[in-house]
Nanobody, 130 residues
Framework: QVQLVESGGGLVPPGESLRLSCTASGFSFDHRAIYWFRQAPEKERGGILC????????NFADSVKGRFTISRDNAGNTVYLQMNSLKLEDTAVYYC???????????????????????WGRGTQVTVSS
């Protein structure tokens, strides 16, 4: 079964860190671009970071610059989203998704235009609260 599964979400106070994992199964993972998105309550889903099949990183969200990083472990079929200095506004459901056709990270977050991504994970909840 082709799927991505996110894990690592939880409830943390502001200023703390979390590391999310996105683990792939059922398909060849190594050369695919992997994206992280998030959707806060009553807001549209938006792109955060992407890592290409060549390990190039693209940041879609200015709000996470200097705080979030993305990395991949091809041997473990996993992409990580390290989130430091978490803020209340980082509260959201976090999703990962794969580009089945293109190795590079593409898309425009301002226009909310991304390539057709498949599969998507079901998401993991991150809640930042004091």
């Amino acid at each position: 079964q082709v799927q991505l599964v996110e894990s690592g979400g939880g409830l943390v106070p502001p200023g703390e860190s979390l590391r999310l994992s996105c683990t792939a199964s059922g398909f060849s993972f190594d050369h695919r671009a992997i994206y992280w998105f998030r959707q806060a309550p009553e807001k549209e889903r938006g792109g955060i970071l992407c890592i290409s099949g060549n390990n190039d990183v693209r940041n879609f969200a200015d709000s996470v610059k200097g705080r979030f990083t993305i990395s991949r472990d091809n041997a473990g079929n996993t992409v990580y989203l390290q989130m430091n200095s978490l803020k209340l506004e980082d509260t959201a459901v976090y999703y990962c998704a794969s580009d089945p056709l293109v190795t590079a990270c593409t898309g425009d977050n301002d226009l909310n235009i991304f390539p057709p991504l498949n599969p998507w994970g079901r998401g993991t909840q991150v809640t930042v609260s004091s």
